[in-house]
């Protein structure tokens, strides 16, 4: 019997492809250009973004990065390529990396699959997102599928769907987890990407659910399919469930916010500077949204938030590590790409 030709194509956001102002500006530009990052029309976007945001922001971004970067590069990078090498020793089919935004874009990683596996007939992209938004599932799996379009390639590409509610992903995430909650410690936040209300508006597929109606994440709805909200609380209550955490030592709070608009409530940044006089002297803070730590988690969690906590009076903030390259996540994805059904 015939076996399928395939290939497997992990999918991240991305990275400068260095420290220098120059490198932080353009990569700026491409992810901030991007109409499900900031979903205003073009002029708007092009004015607000080159005009006003990346002037600003490229300089300090560049020191930020700066502060995490490793000799090996940036760590969203190098813990990429490691899981893309752990993945490799776990399956037979050829494995490519792609990234929204920077290099190796997705047509890159497709031509090392065809190189590697001539005749290629299906391609099986894994966003490394857990969980919907526009501004991350969405914008990685359009792009993805626009490289295959315009590249007139003749394989088959397959999707994984996001994972938040995966018993393989939850199992790795408390796994990994776990090591930490053996420690002291008074409260864990699961911090997860802020995104604007108007995202959760805008994904809400029968138009009258999300942040309409009173516990809506808690209330079934179709919406959830696309709701970034209601999956992530979904994570963190499986995660408080599974790891036995007491419902009065645990929260969550939404980060990374940008612009004066409206965004997912609570802000990890605001909470950080309150929960030390609320008696929270020890925290760990855990970022399931992100699968491989980076910016996000070791510059804002790790560098400014804990500065920020300790300065309010915190005496001690640890970031649990993200999935990166745990044996668990790893076996996760070879089993979800070795199966008929994703």
């Known amino acids: 019997m015939a076996t399928t030709k395939r290939g497997i194509v992990l999918m991240n956001l991305g990275s400068p492809d260095s420290t220098r102002v120059k490198d932080v500006r353009r990569y700026l530009n491409e992810f901030l250009m991007d109409e499900r990052v900031i979903d205003m029309p073009y002029l708007s976007r092009l004015l607000l973004v080159k005009g ?46 792609a990234m929204r935004y920077g290099s190796p874009a997705p047509w890159t990683a497709y031509d090392e699959l065809l190189e590697k596996e ?43 769907p996001p994972f938040y509610d995966n018993a393989l992903y939850l199992d790795s995430l408390a796994d990994s987890m776990k090591p930490y909650l053996q420690q002291p410690y008074d409260h864990i936040v699961f911090s997860y990407h802020g995104i604007p209300e108007r995202h959760v508006h805008k994904t809400d ?39 036995q955490i007491p ?13 004066r608009d409206e965004w997912l409530k609570p802000y990890t940044a605001q909470r950080l500077t ?7 002297k020890k925290l760990l803070i855990a970022c399931p949204a992100f699968v491989s730590d980076c910016l996000e988690t070791l510059e804002e969690i790790a560098g400014q938030g804990k500065e ?5 009076g915190g005496e001690s903030l640890t970031l649990i590590p993200c999935l990166n390259v745990h044996p668990m996540w790893v076996k996760a994805i070879a089993a979800w790409v070795g199966s008929e059904k994703y």
Request: net charge neutral; with cysteine.
């Open 52 to 97: 006003i945001i990346v002037p600003f922001r490229a300089p300090k971004s560049a020191h930020a990065y700066a502060s995490i970067w490793t000799k090996e590069g940036s760590p969203l990078m190098v813990l990429s390529r490691q899981l893309q090498e752990a993945l490799q020793q776990q399956v037979t089919e050829p494995v490519a990396l």
């Open 274 to 280: 309150e929960f030390p006089a609320e008696g929270v």
């Open 205 to 243: 597929v029968t138009g009258q659910h999300c942040l309409k109606v009173n516990n809506c994440c808690e209330i079934n709805s179709e919406a959830h399919k696309y709701c970034y909200r209601h999956q992530c609380l979904y994570t963190t209550k499986k995660m408080a469930e599974m790891l």
């Open 118 to 160: 001539p005749g290629l007939e299906e391609v099986v992209l894994v966003p490394l997102y857990p969980h919907y938004a526009l501004s991350s599932y969405e914008t990685a799996v359009e792009y993805a599928k626009e490289a295959h379009a315009k590249g007139k390639y003749t394989f088959k590409l397959t999707i994984v």
């Open 308 to 312: 920020s906590f300790i300065a309010a």
């Open 247 to 259: 419902e009065q030592k645990y929260s969550y709070a939404f980060q990374s916010r940008l612009g």
